[in-house]
């Protein structure tokens, strides 16, 4: 069976699980591993090596229309939790038919960055808020296929906890 991956239909945004957060666009944290480069003799050259596990920044966007309540709501210095719940059009090729399946992603982050946008008559006023986000989870069809969790030393995708083996040596 080929079920063909088409779009993403739709989503919400909701805040500490059930709280709906007011109309916004999303951008979605970049998983960009931590590296140094490895050179000497043995080696032709150089490799920027990945440390297993650890990520540079993972930020997460949300753009909002207008200055709104939900999102000076996210602006507080503390962390937020979000989950951004959405709903994925398929194509599945054996059966000639469109489904619908659930996707989900959860992070949690401290803001860091609140854009007030601009006043223009009759237009949006590009407000955004921008997190530091420590914890990301990916859902897939009821499938976890991402979870990574900076402060607990957790870096799970497709099935693996790449840090299980070091968080067990440093006694965590």
Do not use: W
């Not at 991956?5 to 805040?15: I, Q």
């Not at 059966?95 to 949006?124: D, H």
């Not at 897939?140 to 693996?160: A, H, L, Q, T």
């Amino acid at each position: 069976m080929a079920v063909i991956p088409e779009r993403l239909t739709g989503y919400s945004v909701f805040r500490n699980g059930s709280e709906r957060v007011g109309t916004s666009d999303v951008e979605l944290p970049s998983l960009e591993a931590l590296t140094d480069t490895v050179s000497g003799a043995g080696i032709a050259g150089e490799v920027d090596s990945p440390t297993i596990g650890h990520f540079g920044s993972m930020r997460t966007t949300l753009n909002f229309r207008t200055l709104d309540i939900p999102m000076f709501k996210l602006s507080g210095p503390k962390s937020q939790a979000l989950d951004f719940r959405g709903s994925q059009q398929v194509y599945d090729s054996s059966a000639s038919e469109y489904k619908s399946i659930p996707v989900r992603v959860s992070v949690r982050g401290i803001p860091v960055n609140t854009t007030l946008g601009t006043f223009e008559n009759n237009a949006a006023t590009g407000s955004s808020i921008e997190l530091e986000c420590t914890y990301l989870m990916v859902m897939v069809d009821g499938v976890k296929v991402i979870e990574i969790d900076k402060y607990n030393y957790i870096c799970f995708i497709d099935g693996v906890d790449y840090l299980a083996v070091v968080k067990q040596q440093l006694g965590l």
